[in-house]
């Protein structure tokens, strides 16, 4: 096999020609940076996990929470299945930021607070401020790239995009906060906890 035919197979077989390499902090915690560098590798080794409700398994496919849970099990840290379950689970730790209804650019303060590894959740953009979320959607930050300073986010969806480029299943996509228009927001995000932490 000649190297231009190399090339075409390994683009096609992988959604990223190669994984980005990412803008992390020196100071960065060592588990931390282990589990999202195990969340990348999750694509370049089974780079066709598609979307699928209700599951989290890389040969059958994942939903959002699913890769969710599937990371942290990887990282040896116990969560809850669904996205309100990781929600729940996580809201009450000191470590958690609410995310005001007007948050609705990437330049608000609030999200300067965002770290790689966090924990990011939707819901449903209700006009009671004061009801709890209904959350229903939930990826794991990565931080910023260093080709273009770009943050990007690792899950499982059936509709993000990145760079352009839509994509479905499990995967790196762009991070992009909901405009004002949109009928989901962000309500919080936060780092999950390890064990002995």
């Known amino acids: 096999m000649n190297a ?23 100071d960065l915690d060592a588990k931390t940076k282990t589990m999202l560098q195990q969340a990348m590798q ?32 990887q990282a040896g840290i116990e969560a809850p299945r669904s996205s309100a379950g990781q929600y729940a689970w996580l809201k009450d730790s000191p470590s958690f930021t609410r995310v005001p209804a007007e948050a609705r650019d ?8 965002l770290k790689p590894g966090d924990l990011i959740f939707w819901a449903a953009d209700v006009a009671d401020s004061d009801k709890a979320p209904s959350v229903s959607h939930v990826q794991m930050y990565l931080g910023k790239e260093k080709s273009d300073g770009l943050p990007v986010m690792v899950g499982s969806s059936d509709g993000r995009s990145y760079r352009g480029q839509k994509r479905n299943g499990y995967g790196i996509v762009d991070f992009h906060v909901p405009k004002v228009d949109s009928k989901t927001r ?12």
Do not use: Q, T
Request: charged share 20%; net charge negative.
């Open 4 to 26: 231009r035919i190399l090339l075409s197979w390994a683009i096609f077989a992988s959604p990223l020609a190669a994984l980005p390499e990412m803008d992390w902090d020196k």
């Open 42 to 73: 999750l694509e370049a080794d089974h780079p066709d996990i598609p979307y699928k409700n209700a599951s989290a398994s890389p040969e059958e496919g994942m939903d959002c929470s699913g890769a969710v849970s599937y990371i942290l099990k």
């Open 106 to 113: 990437i330049s608000h303060a609030v999200y300067r607070k």
């Open 186 to 197: 962000i309500v919080g995000f936060g780092p999950p906890p390890f064990p002995g932490k």
